[in-house]
């Protein structure tokens, strides 16, 4: 986790990841009779973040890649924390990404009563018991990784004692947390999870699948690895904390399978981005605790938040090609993400004209009641995108950081005396200022330059700076949300104590008053990504109403992933 991975992830000659090559080896190996199926095996607890969105592109894109399947499951082994709410989302967001299951729709609850039978089994065959201890007691007695565990004294029940309270277990005889099933293996084994592993425990809350059938529930190690048997997965790829739980992964597969077909666990980093976190628990925290406002803020790393914030599919998926699948724990610049919607919505986004924060420029020797109408590119990256018509007049909207009264010497914006371009119009000179009581600016006043009209003979002349405007008779109010990083420091996910500390407190501004120009004002919608010149990338909001425009800033121009490079 200390690491920070500066470069992109190497693969080989091929362009296929480690875990693609060992698919890859398998495949040629003809295992499994040549086949591919992998799975995608979200729990409905929450809502998807950028990190699953690394896990289900490596299990749908391999899927791809090699002409296999990829399955979606849910996991959903515990009723106490999950909801249909999620499992709508989940499918919405993975859709969004651009992949879906086809008719490959499962559900880990499916297997209740196939797993149920083989615990009896093996009860039956005195590989699994009844304990009737305390959690706090079977933890105290798992020993260490350097001391061997102490048996339970429920260990060696005879099997048909097993057999009747594992029933009665189900049949909501006892309460929770009053005896589980483990599988009886190895109390000394130099893995942990191989000391007795619980199989089942005992849940009252009704499943919002299966009702009350089921009073008892699966373990994750004991449900994982057999519902990816039941479903002929052939490769279940998942992050590197299931490392020390393979062994007990392919131990209960081995009850299952056979040499034709046997699935097989493959681990890569997860994937941790700075100045978020990415633990499901506290972004759960963040939402219930009212401190963003809900799983789709834009500040949330979750697919429904990068999605309102501006962030494109191709983005999300360009990042998570950069980065890589490694076998190393690692933390991923932020800036690096921003690079990649950067580099997309230059070739994609409309340029429009929009003022954040303006103040008003007179132009003095422009008649009033003249209009012109100035031509503007809708992307210069792709001339086919055409141009936009854009009308001007006497009074304008520029930025207010844009004028300085008394510059320092390398302000090339306007600023007393001084001549700047307005963008696809003229060149204008500023003559004077007028203040209020507070001394704050009202007006900017200039003269134009009428032989210096864009794309018109004279229009050579240079000066160094150009703005960009918005006429103020035809200019629309909108609010525009402009964005912080959540945290305020790197890595808040490795913190020690209350992560919401360290929640920055201006990650979030809202202006009202923005001037936006009127041929965007006549095709605002929501999720339509724009260029503000010189500003930045935005997104139309949901919020957004006919009356009422709502941007979210994506990011500024700037690329800030070099600077963090060197960091
Ligand atoms: P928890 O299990 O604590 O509820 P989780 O984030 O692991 O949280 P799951 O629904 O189990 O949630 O995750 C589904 C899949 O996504 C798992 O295979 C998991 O390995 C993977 N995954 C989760 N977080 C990340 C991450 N940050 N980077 C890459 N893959 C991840
Ligand atoms: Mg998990």
């Given at each position: 986790?200390?690491?920070?991975?500066?470069?992109?992830?190497?693969?080989?000659?091929?362009?296929?990841?480690?875990?693609?090559?060992?698919?890859?080896?398998?495949?040629?190996?003809?295992?499994?009779?040549?086949?591919?199926?992998?799975?995608?095996?979200?729990?409905?607890?929450?809502?998807?973040?950028?990190?699953?969105?690394?896990?289900?592109?490596?299990?749908?894109?391999?899927?791809?890649?090699?002409?296999?399947?990829?399955?979606?499951?849910?996991?959903?082994?515990?009723?106490?924390?999950?909801?249909?709410?999620?499992?709508?989302?989940?499918?919405?967001?993975?859709?969004?990404?651009?992949?879906?299951?086809?008719?490959?729709?499962?559900?880990?609850?499916?297997?209740?009563?196939?797993?149920?039978?083989?615990?009896?089994?093996?009860?039956?065959?005195?590989?699994?018991?009844?304990?009737?201890?305390?959690?706090?007691?079977?933890?105290?007695?798992?020993?260490?990784?350097?001391?061997?565990?102490?048996?339970?004294?429920?260990?060696?029940?005879?099997?048909?004692?097993?057999?009747?309270?594992?029933?009665?277990?189900?049949?909501?005889?006892?309460?929770?947390?009053?005896?589980?099933?483990?599988?009886?293996?190895?109390?000394?084994?130099?893995?942990?999870?191989?000391?007795?592993?619980?199989?089942?425990?005992?849940?009252?809350?009704?499943?919002?699948?299966?009702?009350?059938?089921?009073?008892?529930?699966?373990?994750?190690?004991?449900?994982?690895?057999?519902?990816?048997?039941?479903?002929?997965?052939?490769?279940?790829?998942?992050?590197?904390?299931?490392?020390?739980?393979?062994?007990?992964?392919?131990?209960?597969?081995?009850?299952?399978?056979?040499?034709?077909?046997?699935?097989?666990?493959?681990?890569?980093?997860?994937?941790?981005?700075?100045?978020?976190?990415?633990?499901?628990?506290?972004?759960?925290?963040?939402?219930?605790?009212?401190?963003?406002?809900?799983?789709?803020?834009?500040?949330?790393?979750?697919?429904?938040?990068?999605?309102?914030?501006?962030?494109?599919?191709?983005?999300?998926?360009?990042?998570?090609?950069?980065?890589?699948?490694?076998?190393?724990?690692?933390?991923?610049?932020?800036?690096?993400?921003?690079?990649?919607?950067?580099?997309?919505?230059?070739?994609?986004?409309?340029?429009v004209s929009v003022i954040q924060n303006p103040v008003k420029l007179i132009l003095d020797n422009y008649?009033?009641?003249?209009?012109?109408?100035m031509?503007?590119?809708?992307?210069?990256?792709?001339?086919?995108?055409?141009?936009?018509?854009m009308?001007f007049s006497r009074e304008l909207w520029i930025e207010r950081e844009d004028f300085m009264e008394n510059p320092p010497k390398k302000f090339f914006r306007l600023s007393p005396d001084k001549e700047v371009r307005l963008k696809g119009a003229y060149i204008i000179k500023c003559t004077g200022v007028v203040k209020d009581e507070n001394g704050e600016i009202t007006e900017i006043h200039a003269t134009y330059d009428?032989?210096t009209?864009s794309?018109?003979?004279?229009?050579?002349r240079k000066v160094k700076g150009t703005l960009h405007w918005v006429s103020v008779?035809?200019a629309?109010d909108a609010?525009i949300?402009d964005?912080d990083?959540?945290?305020?420091?790197?890595?808040?996910?490795?913190?020690?104590?209350?992560?919401?500390?360290?929640?920055?407190?201006d990650?979030?501004k809202v202006r009202h008053n923005a001037k936006i120009e009127?041929?965007?004002?006549?095709?605002?919608?929501?999720?339509?990504?724009?260029q503000f010149q010189r500003l930045g990338?935005y997104?139309?909001?949901?919020?957004?109403?006919?009356?009422?425009?709502?941007?979210?800033k994506?990011?500024g121009l700037k690329d800030s992933?070099?600077k963090?490079?060197?960091?």
């Amino acid at each position: 986790m200390e690491e920070i991975i500066k470069e992109e992830e190497s693969v080989n000659e091929s362009g296929l990841n480690f875990v693609e090559q060992e698919i890859a080896a398998d495949l040629a190996a003809g295992k499994n009779g040549g086949r591919l199926n992998t799975r995608f095996p979200p729990e409905p607890n929450g809502y998807l973040h950028i990190g699953h969105a690394k896990a289900f592109i490596m299990d749908f894109g391999a899927a791809e890649k090699f002409g296999g399947t990829c399955n979606l499951r849910f996991d959903d082994t515990n009723p106490q924390k999950e909801d249909m709410e999620y499992v709508n989302a989940i499918m919405e967001d993975i859709h969004w990404l651009g992949y879906d299951w086809g008719d490959r729709l499962y559900y880990a609850s499916d297997y209740f009563p196939r797993l149920y039978d083989l615990a009896v089994r093996l009860i039956k065959e005195g590989k699994a018991y009844v304990d009737e201890q305390s959690s706090e007691e079977i933890a105290r007695q798992k020993g260490t990784p350097t001391q061997p565990g102490t048996a339970s004294p429920y260990r060696d029940r005879p099997i048909e004692e097993n057999l009747d309270l594992f029933e009665r277990m189900n049949k909501g005889e006892f309460d929770e947390g009053s005896m589980v099933l483990r599988a009886k293996i190895d109390m000394a084994s130099d893995n942990m999870h191989f000391r007795d592993p619980i199989m089942y425990r005992i849940i009252k809350t009704p499943h919002w699948r299966t009702g009350e059938t089921w009073k008892v529930y699966p373990m994750y190690d004991f449900a994982h690895g057999q519902s990816d048997y039941f479903e002929g997965v052939t490769h279940s790829i998942c992050t590197l904390e299931f490392v020390p739980h393979r062994p007990l992964y392919e131990h209960f597969v081995k009850e299952l399978a056979d040499e034709t077909y046997c699935p097989r666990q493959i681990e890569f980093n997860r994937l941790n981005l700075t100045y978020t976190v990415m633990s499901k628990r506290k972004l759960l925290q963040l939402v219930k605790e009212g401190l963003v406002n809900g799983w789709d803020d834009p500040r949330m790393p979750t697919l429904k938040g990068l999605r309102r914030r501006g962030y494109t599919p191709s983005s999300i998926k360009d990042f998570v090609n950069r980065i890589g699948y490694t076998r190393y724990e690692a933390l991923n610049h932020i800036e690096l993400l921003e690079h990649s919607v950067r580099e997309d919505l230059n070739k994609t986004a409309t340029r429009v004209s929009v003022i954040q924060n303006p103040v008003k420029l007179i132009l003095d020797n422009y008649p009033e009641d003249k209009t012109e109408t100035m031509v503007m590119d809708n992307n210069p990256e792709n001339p086919a995108e055409g141009t936009h018509e854009m009308p001007f007049s006497r009074e304008l909207w520029i930025e207010r950081e844009d004028f300085m009264e008394n510059p320092p010497k390398k302000f090339f914006r306007l600023s007393p005396d001084k001549e700047v371009r307005l963008k696809g119009a003229y060149i204008i000179k500023c003559t004077g200022v007028v203040k209020d009581e507070n001394g704050e600016i009202t007006e900017i006043h200039a003269t134009y330059d009428p032989d210096t009209r864009s794309g018109l003979p004279g229009a050579d002349r240079k000066v160094k700076g150009t703005l960009h405007w918005v006429s103020v008779p035809t200019a629309t109010d909108a609010e525009i949300r402009d964005y912080d990083r959540l945290f305020s420091i790197e890595n808040p996910g490795a913190f020690d104590g209350d992560f919401r500390e360290l929640i920055n407190p201006d990650s979030l501004k809202v202006r009202h008053n923005a001037k936006i120009e009127p041929w965007l004002a006549g095709r605002i919608q929501a999720g339509d990504h724009y260029q503000f010149q010189r500003l930045g990338y935005y997104v139309v909001d949901p919020d957004t109403t006919p009356e009422h425009p709502v941007f979210n800033k994506t990011v500024g121009l700037k690329d800030s992933w070099a600077k963090a490079m060197k960091k």
